[in-house]
């Protein structure tokens, strides 16, 4: 039996996902051979460290009662250093000013000896090419699946099973807020302002939704598309970048007659990164409804591949999370 | 309010692809329309429109019937294949001089900001005209909605119509809603 050590930072939605994940798959990791131990989680409030492995039952019900896993002073930086183990997987909140506190974790855990899984696209958004030259440069593992497509294995299909291909293009729907105002605004002919407020009621919207219906959360994933599968060192100023505010009931109407759907799309084509409304023919594999994402990728063997699935939700990123940690769990 | 020009052509959905004016030989019987359009779809044309020449009915009684369709580039020969399998004659086919299409959606003060004037700057280069429109006004104040398809001579033609579209529409305010670019397989 392998034993791998994980610390995690961010105990939110993702992070309590991940620790469900592991759990539920505890059976499973053990017929792998895998001993998967969490010996320390960091929140906003504080660390819980236990060398030995913590209780993660334990632990999300604390989080649940007391609204923190920490029972000491300790930070993230001091368990990322000073803490024995392999794997650091952060999941911090998205914090696309600055990409922190996530970034200084990423970089501390690089230098540190750690192999890095994350879920958080700011810091890749901001400084991809740094951050995979400081794993490279200290012979470690940096796994990113969850940051872009929630539980949709994007850059694992691209770069595993995809591998000999050269990709032409990929083109997107990667915010599953967009695709679902867009589709009701569609299905209902509401106006977008009225959807934006049952998203906001339903939590697929955030209080202040600019962000996402701005485009700016899709450019940042591009943004992530375009530096890991292209190897562009593109920065979000790269990305030309229209939101789905000024779409009427009216246009998506016309575009129905014609037999088009309107969808966000993240296009990567010919070194141009951008993100705008499109026309997709409603039988196209783009033309998925709701908050579902997707991505449809045109390779030069295999032609056209498009995965769809959910782009957001706890344990749907979980998912890819998880798997980037059996990555490297394996390749130890 | 919808208003569309009493144009023959409808809208097409292909980028990267080409129209073509088909003349088939039918037979006089029930079913045959069918028999000749099912392939066409089958390959994803679009169909723009159809018709029947029945005085011109040929030596052999069969009747001749001109289709124009839109399609993508490099499917046509399987085409013609296919429907001379099931039967039908084909007699002639043309590809017409504006060979690529675009569908796009405007939004914003269309109307205000002078239609005429953004189909004109199109339809005075020479190499692409405004072939359909459709236009949708919710109310004075509000912004308007607009589907325009534009055919050009060829695919370089229909990218510089495009980019001048997008010119006018940035000096007029308004959104441009293209087609993705990936639309066709390996293009």
């Known amino acids: ?332 | 309010m919808f208003c569309s020009p009493n144009k023959l052509i409808t809208p097409l959905c292909i980028v990267g692809g080409m129209i073509v004016s088909m003349t088939l030989e039918l037979k006089d019987i029930p079913g045959q329309l069918v028999l000749a359009l099912a392939p066409i779809s089958e390959m994803h044309g679009n169909i723009m429109s159809v018709v029947h020449h029945r005085d011109e009915r040929t030596p052999r009684g069969t009747i001749p019937v001109q289709v124009m369709f839109g399609i993508e580039q490099g499917v046509l020969d399987e085409l013609i294949e296919r429907l001379e399998a099931s039967g039908v004659r084909v007699a002639r086919v043309g590809e017409e001089r504006l060979r690529a299409a675009v569908s796009v959606i405007l939004i914003g003060h269309i109307v205000h900001s002078d239609i005429g004037d953004t189909i004109d700057k199109i339809d005075s280069t020479g190499f692409a005209e405004v072939v359909d429109l459709s236009l949708s006004m919710p109310g004075i104040e509000q912004p308007s909605s607009a589907y325009l398809v534009i055919n050009a001579v060829g695919e370089k033609e229909l990218t510089n119509a495009l980019d001048i579209l997008r010119d006018v529409a940035h000096k007029k305010d308004l959104l441009v809603i293209e087609p993705i670019r990936l639309n066709s397989e390996g293009k």
Not at chain 1, 171 to 177: A, F, R, S, V, Y
């Open chain 1, 1 to 332: 039996m392998k034993t791998i050590r994980l610390s995690i930072a961010g105990f939110g939605a993702v992070g309590q996902g991940v620790a469900h994940a592991v759990l539920l798959k505890n059976d499973y990791l053990n017929k792998q051979g895998l001993d998967l131990r969490v010996v320390g989680i960091a929140d906003s409030k504080g660390c819980e460290i236990d060398p030995s492995g913590i209780d993660l039952e334990e632990a999300l019900m604390r989080k649940e009662q007391e609204g923190t896993v920490a029972r000491g002073n300790g930070t993230a930086q001091e368990m990322i250093r000073d803490l024995d183990h392999e794997i650091f997987v952060d999941l911090t909140p998205t914090n696309i000013e600055n990409g922190e506190p996530g970034l200084s974790n990423m970089f501390s855990a690089f230098e540190s000896g750690r192999h890095v899984v994350t879920s958080n696209k700011g810091p890749l958004a901001l400084r991809f090419t740094d951050l995979k030259e400081a794993s490279e440069d200290n012979g470690l593992f940096f796994r990113y699946e969850a940051t872009v497509g929630g539980a949709v294995p994007i850059f694992n299909l691209v770069h595993e099973a995809l591998g000999g291909n050269t990709v032409v293009g990929i083109e997107g729907i990667l915010n599953g807020t967009c695709n679902y105002i867009l589709t009701r605004m569609e299905d209902e002919r509401l106006p977008y302002e009225h959807v934006l407020k049952e998203a906001q009621e339903l939590g697929i919207a955030e209080a202040d939704p600019t962000y996402d219906v701005e485009g700016i959360d899709s450019a940042c994933k591009l943004v992530i598309i375009a530096n890991s599968i292209f190897g562009m060192k593109a920065i979000y100023r790269d990305v030309n970048v229209t939101g789905i505010k000024k779409i009427t009931p009216e246009a998506l109407e016309l575009a129905d007659k014609n037999n088009y759907v309107v969808k966000l799309i993240c296009e990567a084509v010919n070194g141009r990164l951008t993100v705008a409304p499109r026309l997709v023919p409603k039988r196209h594999p783009l033309a998925v409804g709701g908050t579902l994402n997707v991505a449809s990728i045109l390779t030069d063997l295999a032609g056209r591949i498009t995965i769809s699935g959910k782009g957001a939700g706890s344990i749907e990123t979980a998912s890819s999370v998880l798997s980037d940690i059996l990555y490297v769990a394996r390749n130890l």
